[in-house]
């Protein structure tokens, strides 16, 4: 797979010592990878919402949308609201 440009997604950020610099979403110190491991596993936004206090819905759809765009591909299921 290839890899992304988080670089270029407004929702995320990477601080040099903020979780050893990895990508997370911008002001928390949840990492992208997270999100993606949930859904991997079969969770929802909206479960991922209830476990992890804090989180903006929006932020984290920006962030499925993101990596869904830059791979070219469509979400297999719309985005739960």
Avoid: H
């Avoid at 797979?1 to 002001?27: F, H, N, R, Y």
């Avoid at 929802?44 to 765009?69: S, T, Y």
């Amino acid at each position: 797979m290839a890899a992304l440009d988080w670089s270029q997604c407004p929702a995320v950020e990477s601080i040099p010592g903020k979780v050893s610099g990895a990508w997370v979403l911008k002001g928390m110190r949840m990492p992208v990878s997270i999100i993606f491991e949930n859904l991997k596993a079969g969770a929802n936004i909206d479960d991922i919402m209830e476990w992890f206090e804090g989180l903006d819905r929006e932020q984290v759809e920006a962030v499925i949308e993101f990596a869904a765009r830059s791979l070219d591909i469509a979400p297999s299921s719309p985005v739960t609201r």
